[in-house]
């Protein structure tokens, strides 16, 4: 064989993909931070709405229609934590007559303020 022969050839060595490959994932708190682009269908009546906040605010559609969302899922969090605080109240009552008025407080909590009708032969 002649030299140019020998230089020419490879030697292949097998390794694991998983141990030569790097992940490429990103960590957790970079991926929940990125925006995603959302198109979204909404009444005209909505609209108009959001379009009067945008003004009053001087700020775009876009962050107002944001703004919203994030103030509409705050609001419901803490409907859900208000109703757990009610439950746990009204499970941890022993009181018969306590229990009655922490018993339509979490009736109000479910059904909201007007669920419970005054009794007219009281």
Do not use: W
């Not at 876009?62 to 746990?88: F, K």
């Not at 018969?96 to 008025?101: I, L, T, V, Y």
């Not at 407080?105 to 479910?110: M, R, S, T, V, Y």
């Amino acid at each position: 064989m002649d030299v140019d022969c020998l230089l020419m050839r490879t030697t292949v060595v097998h390794q694991p993909y998983n141990k030569v490959v790097q992940s490429q994932r990103k960590p957790a708190a970079k991926r929940i931070s990125r925006s995603v682009r959302q198109s979204v269908t909404i009444p005209a009546s909505l609209a108009r709405e959001v379009r009067r906040v945008a003004k009053e605010r001087k700020v775009t559609m876009s962050r107002a229609l944001v703004t919203l969302a994030e103030q509409g899922v705050e609001a419901e969090a803490a409907e859900r934590a208000r109703l757990a605080a009610a439950y746990e109240q009204f499970m941890s009552t022993e009181d018969p007559a306590r229990k009655n008025k922490v018993g339509q407080e979490l009736i109000q909590a479910i059904f909201g303020k007007a669920a419970i009708a005054e009794d007219p032969l009281r």
